[in-house]
Each structure stands twice: as C-alpha cells, then as structure tokens.
C-alpha cells in the first residue's frame, strides 16, 4: 500500500486531478496511477479521465435516489456518480479525446403499493 503525492510527477499531478490527495483515505495505490498512465500514452489528461470513470464505476454501485414517504425524506446518492463522470468528460476535453458515457447511476423507486417504478438502462 504506497501513497505518495509529489506534484514533480505525472503520478502526483494525477492524484491532484483525481482528488485522491488524503494520505489517510486514498482510493488509488501509486502503482494504480502508473498503471493509468502507461495505458494512455503518460497522457495525464486521459489518464485522469479514466480514473473519474473507475471511480464513477465505483460509485454506481450505491447510486440510489429514494424517497420515503410522500417527499419527507429523500436519499439521494447518484451526485458523486455523476460528478466524476462529468468531470471525466471535462478531462477528456482537455486531452483531445472524447469517450462516450454509457451509465452514470440507476433509479431505483418502489411506489405506495410496491409496484417497481425505476428506470434501467435504455429506458426514456
């Protein structure tokens, strides 16, 4: 487990991008950020770009809009999904590239009487 954060190199410049900068609490390892790197050409633009789509993989996971109640209580943890895969978007621009997204989350909703009301992939 290695976390360093020298900005003298692509690894800490990419670590900047990626806000992965807590020495206490970070996501990448520095052999993650090499290995980014080596995929895409020591590109640092793209390489962070590809970072915030892993992370915004990642936060797919527990991407849930719920609502509770008639509005009441509403949990709504789709925003960190979409951040990365936004700003992956911006990074893409500034390296020249451009990726098309495919899922940034799901919406997962349950009506008064139980029946399934989400919206999956490739629904309008």
């Known amino acids: ?19 992965d900068t807590d020495s206490t609490d970070y996501i990448f390892e520095d052999a993650e950020l090499t290995a980014l790197l080596d995929l895409n050409g020591d590109d640092v633009w793209r390489a962070a770009a590809d970072g915030c789509r892993s992370l ?3 936060y797919t996971k ?6 509770l109640g008639k509005g009441d209580i509403r949990i709504d943890k789709t925003k960190r999904a979409r951040y990365y895969s936004d700003l992956a978007r911006t990074y893409d621009g500034r390296s020249g ?12 909703g349950v009506d008064a009487y139980g029946s399934d009301r989400s919206e999956y992939v490739g629904d309008d």
Do not use: C, P, Q
């Not at 590239?97 to 997962?108: A, L, P, Q, R």
């Open 1 to 19: 487990m290695a976390f360093t954060h020298d900005l003298d190199t692509d690894e800490g410049v990419l670590r900047t991008l990626l806000g």
């Open 56 to 58: 915004a993989a990642k």
């Open 62 to 67: 527990e991407a849930l809009d719920i609502g």
């Open 97 to 108: 590239s451009e990726v098309s997204e495919y899922v940034d989350s799901m919406n997962i």
